[in-house]
Structures are given as structure tokens and as C-alpha cells.
């Protein structure tokens, strides 16, 4: 078979296959079969009138063909499939929602902007992806500089090292605050799920626990200035209390107040620690024990107090991803108090080996749903202890779980979230109409 007969089969294949991939793009914004049927025609044409233009009238090569055909194949994979996910549970966020040209019988200029936040969220293989993409990223950075500055953590004074994705710096920044529309909003949000749980006799918290940056803020680096006095989470804070209404649980300043005792995040990963943990379970609790006086819930004399090390940490696998031994000795001399006890619960996967879903089981009183980020890990340990059943969900979208809250009949919901994500708080809890 010569050059000829090659190449216009490669043509044909390839201005067939980007038919295909349109007809599947189109059918998901349309349900009219006639579009779907005109947009792969108008496709196929285009294509082969063009490549055919290129490849045989142009002469180029096999090589350069194949190429091109690798090079098409690529940048069309991501949209091989499209998945149907609300919520990413791993960057703690809900996804962008697929968008229409017309809204309200105009057409809608947001169109491009949003169908490109859609595909970036929901592309095949997406997880996988950002996954390899990022470790080869790190790999070849630490070869060349043995150290990685990356856009997801960096060295502050002291040695702390500090989480920048996911608007952190900002955060740090107080560079967004709330508007008073924004803060209304949220505070409906709040007031309604309230009343929707308590129409279940389900008492509900909302817990926000202060990111690291903001405890710490003494080791930031130079030349990042705050923008706003307050952040969103005490503009929050301080807008509920005054209203009276609801409120929100920011243990940011007990935290201040035993920053004294010890260091209560790791110096080398996002969370707060063992003991930061703990301060910040009993300000909840302080809460809780109002509306449930009988709750006896744990204090320090129930635990030994030891002083220890800690080496490791997602930030510091970002910065230094072998953590060679001169790594590994700067960190190790960092003590963080820590607290033991016997642990008086039971834990299992309610999903095999998944830490998404999990539930504790104790002698005492009370079932109690958690919905959480990775943050709940600093004092699942004590919760657990205090209440007889507690399911900890890795979610923050509370509208997928209205059904099953309804079926587990749990006296006390926890909705603790970060406060880096505080601003996506009033669609999060919002019930459903």
C-alpha cells in the first residue's frame, strides 16, 4: 500500500474519530437528534476538506501525519467521558456545574467561561491525571534543585512550611471578605438547615476550625501583608453573634490563648496537631454540654501529657519528596505536645478501607453525625470517646445525605469545616427546596 493510500485512511480516521467525540460533546447539551446528526457531518467535512488540503496536497510526511493524529488524540482524551460527580471529596469542594448557552431566553455570555470550568472539573481520568502530572512535576524539580517550590506549599521563617493552594494565601490575606449579601445568604443557610434538623429533633453545629496560617501568622514570610483586620470566618462569627439568631464555633481564639503550652499544628503539615486538636474539641463541646448538660466530656486529666517529635506531613512530601536525612534531622528536634489515653471505642469502614465514611462505636450516650474535612482527624479520637455512635462523612454536601440523616435518626449533626473553605459554606448546607 503506498504513502497515498496510508494517508488518506489517516485522514479519514482521524476526521471520523473527532466526529465521534463531537457527537458525544453535543448530545450532552442537547437531546434533539438532528443537531447531533448536523454537528458530526459539519465536523467530518471540515476535517477532511482541511487534512486533506494539508497531507495530500501539501505533501506532508507519514511521520508529520502521525504526529498530528497523537497530538489530536491527546488533547481530545480528557473528554472521552465526561463523569456526573457534585462534590470533589479530596479537595473538599463542590465541582462546577454544566452550564447552557441560553438562560432565560437570552443568550448566556458566562457560557465559555463556565463549560471550560465544567470540563476542568469532570474531564476522564481527572484524579489520575492531576495526580501524575503533579508527581512527575515534583520528581523533575527535586532532581534539578533538591528542593521543590511548587504552587501548593512553601518555607516560612523558623522552618514552618505553609499551604498556598486552594486561595490559602488569600485567606491569610483577608484579601475576600464577605459582602452583607453574602453574609445574609449564609446566615439563611444556617437558619434553615437549623430548622430543618430540629423539625427531626436533630441538634446541629457548625464548626470552623482556624487554618494554620492564621495561628501562626509570626512565621509567614516577609511582604505578604494582610489587606483586611478580620478575615471571612470572624466576619462570619461576629455578623451571627450579632444577630442572635444562629452562630458558627471558630475556636480561634482559644487557640491563641494555649499557643503558651505548646505548638498546636505541625510545622510541616496543614492540620492543626494531637493538642490542637484537643483545644479545639473542647471549645465544641463547651457548646454541646449547653444543650446536653448530662454529656460528660473528656478534660486534660484524662490523658498523659508526653512532649515528642514529629517527622513527616503532606506539606513537607510536597517541598522534599525523598526527605533525605539532613530533612529529616532539622524536623526531628521539633517537640509537639501529645496526648494518651486508653481508647475506649470502636472504629470500622463503613465503605471497605475507605476513610470517607467510617463510624465509632462506645458505651456512652448519643448518635451523632460528622460531616468534615481532614481536620476532624485532630480530635475524632476524643468525640468518639464521649458520644456511644458517631459516623464521620467526608463531605461537606449535606443535600446528598438529607435521606439518610432522616434514616440514622441522629440526636446531635457536626458540619466542621475549614476555613479556607468557608466561603462555599451557604450552597453547602442550603437544604434542598
Not at 12 to 18: D, K, M, T
Not at 45 to 72: D, G, Q
Not at 161 to 186: C, R, V
Amino acid at each position: 500500500m503506498n504513502n497515498k493510500y496510508i494517508t488518506m485512511i489517516s485522514i479519514i480516521s482521524v476526521a471520523l474519530f473527532c466526529s465521534l467525540l463531537s457527537f458525544y460533546i453535543v448530545r450532552v447539551y442537547s437531546n434533539e437528534p438532528s443537531i447531533w446528526f448536523s454537528c458530526v457531518v459539519i465536523v467530518f467535512i471540515s476535517l477532511f476538506k482541511s487534512m486533506h488540503f494539508l497531507f495530500i496536497k501539501s505533501h506532508y510526511s507519514i511521520t508529520t501525519i502521525s504526529y498530528i493524529i497523537l497530538m489530536v488524540s491527546i488533547f481530545l482524551f480528557p473528554i472521552y467521558q465526561i463523569d456526573t460527580l457534585t462534590q470533589d471529596d479530596v479537595e473538599k469542594r463542590a465541582l462546577a456545574k454544566k452550564s447552557a448557552l441560553f438562560m432565560n431566553d437570552t443568550i448566556n455570555l458566562n457560557f465559555g467561561r463556565d463549560t471550560e470550568d465544567w470540563l476542568q472539573d469532570h474531564f476522564y481520568q481527572r484524579a489520575t491525571i492531576v495526580h501524575l502530572y503533579n508527581t512527575i512535576n515534583t520528581w523533575l524539580e527535586y532532581k534539578v534543585s533538591g528542593k521543590i517550590t511548587n504552587n501548593k506549599a512553601f518555607v516560612g521563617k523558623d522552618d514552618w512550611i505553609f499551604y498556598k493552594a486552594e486561595g490559602s494565601i488569600a485567606n491569610f490575606q483577608n484579601a475576600k471578605l464577605f459582602s452583607q449579601d453574602e453574609l445574609i445568604a449564609t446566615e439563611h443557610a444556617i437558619k434553615k438547615r437549623k430548622e430543618w434538623l430540629e423539625q427531626h429533633g436533630i441538634a446541629y453545629y457548625v464548626f470552623i476550625p482556624p487554618d494554620k496560617n492564621r495561628v501562626y501568622p509570626e512565621y509567614y514570610p516577609d511582604g505578604i501583608f494582610k489587606v483586611n483586620d478580620k478575615g471571612r470566618a470572624e466576619q462570619l462569627h461576629d455578623f451571627l453573634k450579632e444577630k442572635g439568631d444562629v452562630k458558627i464555633l471558630y475556636p480561634y481564639q482559644e487557640l491563641l490563648a494555649h499557643k503558651n503550652e505548646g505548638l498546636l499544628y505541625w510545622k510541616t503539615d496543614t492540620h492543626w496537631n494531637n493538642y490542637g486538636g484537643f483545644i479545639g474539641y473542647t471549645a465544641l463541646m463547651n457548646v454541646i454540654t449547653q444543650d446536653f448538660p448530662t454529656i460528660t466530656p473528656l478534660t486534660q486529666d484524662d490523658f498523659i501529657l508526653k512532649q515528642e517529635p514529629h517527622v513527616g506531613g503532606d506539606l513537607l512530601s510536597m517541598l522534599y519528596p525523598t526527605q533525605d536525612a539532613t530533612v529529616k534531622e532539622r524536623y526531628s528536634k521539633v517537640l509537639y505536645p501529645t496526648l494518651y489515653s486508653k481508647r475506649e471505642y470502636d472504629f470500622k469502614y463503613l465503605d471497605t478501607n475507605d476513610i470517607s465514611r467510617v463510624r465509632t462505636l462506645s458505651p456512652r450516650k448519643y448518635k451523632v453525625i460528622v460531616f468534615r474535612d481532614s481536620f476532624t482527624d485532630g480530635f475524632l479520637p476524643y468525640l468518639s470517646q464521649v458520644f456511644g455512635d458517631v459516623e464521620y462523612i467526608a463531605s461537606h454536601n449535606m443535600n446528598a445525605y438529607e435521606d439518610y440523616i432522616i434514616e440514622r435518626k441522629p440526636d446531635i449533626v457536626i458540619f466542621e469545616m475549614l476555613e479556607r473553605f468557608i466561603g462555599t459554606l451557604e450552597k453547602n448546607i442550603l437544604p434542598k427546596e
